[in-house]
T-cell receptor, first 112, second 115 residues
Framework: KQEVTQIPAALSVPEGENLVLNCSFT??????LQWFRQDPGKGLTSLLL?????REQTSGRLNASLDKSSGRSTLYIAASQPGDSATYLC???????????FGKGTTLSVSS | SAVISQKPSRDICQRGTSLTIQCQVD?????MFWYRQQPGQSLTLIAT?????????ESGFVIDKFPISRPNLTFSTLTVSNMSPEDSSIYLC????????????FGPGTRLTVL
């Protein structure tokens, strides 16, 4: 059974720092991997999707990498801002490429 | 992406009652999904809503408790039946098929509190 783990569970940084969020999964036979952002009491915003054949994706200050062989993905946030404060969720697609299996998330707090 | 809306955005309900949550997409989509996020937990898939046929439920979820409808390619409902306080959660619908890479997009969620 696929399990997704995110470390750390919480992270506090001062504004301007670069930071890395980690995601690991137990079954390397994934379809795709997707990173989301969730603001308190809100739905999910898709940040990046990495297809199983890709090694990384970039969007603005965000860069996500995927290493299927080691069962790991990282989300790199450059020059963090207070507006980046949110919970970041990593999710992998099941082998059918339909349902998402989520980690518990990393709650990020960026102070000004 | 597309605009995904859910109604209601939040509700407070009494034990033993039922609530129907609506999910509307402004584009036709192949797949619609319903997830639950219990307090302090991550998201868990309840079921896949199939257009024109019965929903496909994940282990631990049953149709009698969470009946789902999918009458067309832009709309789905999830009913939470005979509610108990343990059903207090955020319920989210998601869709894919909007992007070529099967990226999933989520609605804003429905925050349900059962007293």
């Amino acid at each position: 059974k696929q399990e997704v783990t995110q470390i750390p569970a919480a992270l506090s940084v001062p504004e301007g720092e670069n930071l890395v969020l980690n995601c690991s999964f137990t079954d390397s036979a994934i379809y795709n991997l997707q990173w989301f952002r969730q603001d308190p009491g809100k739905g999910l915003t898709s940040l990046l999707l990495i297809q199983s054949s890709q090694r990384e994706q970039t969007s603005g200050r965000l860069n996500a990498s995927l290493d299927k062989s080691s069962g790991r993905s990282t989300l790199y946030i450059a020059a963090s801002q207070p507006g980046d404060s949110a919970t970041y969720l990593c999710a992998v697609y099941n082998q059918a490429g339909t349902a998402l299996i989520f980690g518990k998330g990393t709650t990020l707090s960026v102070s000004s | 992406s597309a605009v995904i809306s859910q109604k209601p955005s939040r509700d407070i309900c009494q034990r033993g009652t039922s609530l129907t949550i609506q999910c509307q997409v402004d584009s036709q989509v192949t797949m619609m999904f319903w997830y639950r996020q219990q307090p302090g937990q991550s998201l868990t898939l309840i079921a896949t809503a199939n257009q024109g046929s019965e929903a496909t439920y994940e282990s631990g979820f049953v149709i009698d408790k969470f009946p789902i409808s999918r009458p067309n390619l832009t709309f789905s409902t999830l009913t939470v039946s005979n509610m108990s306080p343990e059903d207090s959660s955020i319920y989210l619908c998601s869709v894919d098929g909007l992007a070529a890479n099967n990226e999933q997009f989520f609605g804003p969620g429905t925050r349900l509190t059962v007293l």
